[in-house]
């Protein structure tokens, strides 16, 4: 096993971040939403207000880093992220409207992490190499969303919620440092050199060329976490209300799902060629869509448990092949804005996925039916893709 430089370590830093944004809050939903007086489905705005902005943003912040240089759009991401995580801090009062506000703010930083370290590893690195760091990144992804609602939930008992906001300020003063050393001569993109007028009809020939292909694979990224994280909200509320199981504890249950997710997103990295992945892809909308649908039949908390361990599971095998297929889609000069609209796809399943599911859970079966839905509608866009592959490979 080859061992991570520096560099490696700084890039994965990034995606955790952004995961640490909404993942390591989940646990504390009920209690910021009692402290600062919202109600209802405005509780899944605590989510999404972070999301929402992220994912409206980050198509321009892909676009500057292919002129001004990922390193330069980075820095200032994270000094957003500090800025809000400031603000978040300060909203303890019980100040929903400031909470809000800085939440947003953190949002517009979250936009350019992991899109931006996925444009950043597709310039630094190529072939396998590339592909590796690349699921690596997903590893890392899944692995803050496991640890970090255990995180934030052991953090509830030592601090009030809002100081847990210092942590979003030493993650991102962690990576400015590795930065410094590690990124301070960054390879500048042709892009910055270019006119923009020159650039846009580059990227306008590019995504021209390759739509048919990017779309569904965009498609197929934010359907996936939409699910994931609107099941992630769901359960917040059901393993407290129903199985009344609160604190480090229903923090530790989402080890089992998001865990089979790192392990699989792992394992499927480590086998995983640059150009291929379509058996694991199958594999995991299969798992996907026979999980979801014994969901309707299986209605206790292993039940539940085992079940989503197996569809998030199928989720680890899907995602590291779509960023590797993204990533390797285009040229240097427009990797930024395509693989950041690619954040954005992802970024509105986030935002998304609180917000319907808040509004799903008071009737389960529905619920579980429109999970179904849009595993099956992910599953279909998979065949497509498949379609679309060999006709063009002849």
């Known amino acids: 096993m080859m061992k991570m430089t520096r560099l490696e370590f700084v890039i994965l830093l990034l995606p955790l971040l952004m995961v640490l944004g909404n993942s390591m809050l989940i646990p504390l939903l009920p209690e910021i939403e009692q402290s600062l007086g919202l109600e209802g489905a405005w509780s899944g705005f605590i989510l999404s ?13 892909g676009v500057l880093s292919d002129r001004f240089g990922r ?19 300060m909203s303890g009062r019980g100040s929903g409207l400031l909470f809000m506000t800085g939440r947003m703010i953190q949002g517009l930083g979250a936009a350019g992490t992991t899109p931006l370290a996925m444009a950043l590893t597709g310039d630094l690195f190529s072939g396998e190499k ?15 969303k496991v640890l970090a609602p255990i995180f934030g939930a052991s953090l509830a008992f030592l601090l009030p919620w809002n100081h847990i906001f210092w942590v979003y300020i030493l993650v991102s003063f962690i990576i400015l440092a590795g ?46 976490l939409f699910v994931l994280f609107g099941i992630l909200y769901f359960l917040s509320y059901h393993i407290e209300n129903i199985f009344h199981i609160d604190g480090f504890f229903k923090g530790f249950a989402f080890l089992f799902p998001l865990g089979a997710m790192v392990v699989t997103s792992y394992w499927c990295g480590k086998r995983l060629k640059e150009g291929g992945g379509g058996l694991f892809m199958g594999t995991g909308t299969v798992l996907m869509l026979v999980a979801s649908g014994g969901l309707f039949l299986w209605h206790s908390l292993s039940g539940l448990m085992f079940l989503l361990t197996i569809c998030f599971g199928g989720l680890g095998l899907i995602l590291p092949v779509i960023n590797s297929e993204v990533t390797g889609a285009v040229g240097e000069e427009e990797r930024g804005l395509v693989v950041s609209l690619y954040g954005t796809s992802r970024f509105a399943g986030v935002a998304l996925g609180p917000i319907a599911y808040g509004r799903w859970k008071e009737d389960v079966v529905s619920m579980y039916g429109w999970t179904f839905a849009f595993i099956a509608l992910l599953t279909l866009t998979h065949m497509y893709v498949i379609h679309y592959k060999k006709r063009n490979a002849h």
């Open 49 to 61: 207000a972070f999301t929402i902005p992220a994912a409206l943003v980050i198509p321009v912040v």
């Open 71 to 89: 390193s330069f759009m980075v820095k200032w991401s994270l000094y957003l992220m500090m800025l809000g995580s400031l603000i978040c801090v």
């Open 130 to 144: 590339r592909t590796g760091v690349l699921a690596s990144l997903e590893v890392s992804n899944g692995a803050g």
């Open 179 to 224: 930065m410094r050393k590690e990124l301070s001569v960054e390879k500048r993109s042709s892009g910055s050199i270019r006119g923009f007028r020159c650039y846009m009809q580059d990227v306008q020939s590019t995504l021209k060329r390759n739509w048919r292909l990017l779309i569904p694979l965009y498609a197929m990224g934010g359907t996936g």
